[in-house]
């Protein structure tokens, strides 16, 4: 099954534009995810297993490297960039 994630990113901390990036560059290095960013969030799409594994690694990963932080998620089946989904 196909799936669309939508995630904003704040964390607790002064200096939060490196956690940002970090977790942001860490999720492009999936090359079964494709990765869309803009000012506001990050969009993943691809197989929602495969979204689902590389969030479970990537979230635990960020908080253990920065602290405190916020992750706001959506998730909606398919894709929303209009590739069809099973």
Do not use: C
């Not at 969009?43 to 297993?49: A, H, K, N, T, V």
Request: proline share 3%.
């Amino acid at each position: 099954m196909k799936a669309s994630v939508d995630i904003s990113l704040y964390p607790l901390a002064d200096e939060y534009i490196p956690a940002i990036q970090e977790f942001i560059d860490r999720v492009q290095k999936y090359p079964e995810v494709a990765v869309i960013r803009n000012d506001l969030s990050t969009q993943l799409y691809g197989d929602y297993e495969q979204i689902m594994d590389l969030l479970k690694v990537e979230l635990r990963l960020s908080w253990e490297r920065h602290g405190k932080s916020i992750f706001v998620i959506k998730f909606l089946r398919d894709d929303l960039r209009g590739l069809s989904g099973d």
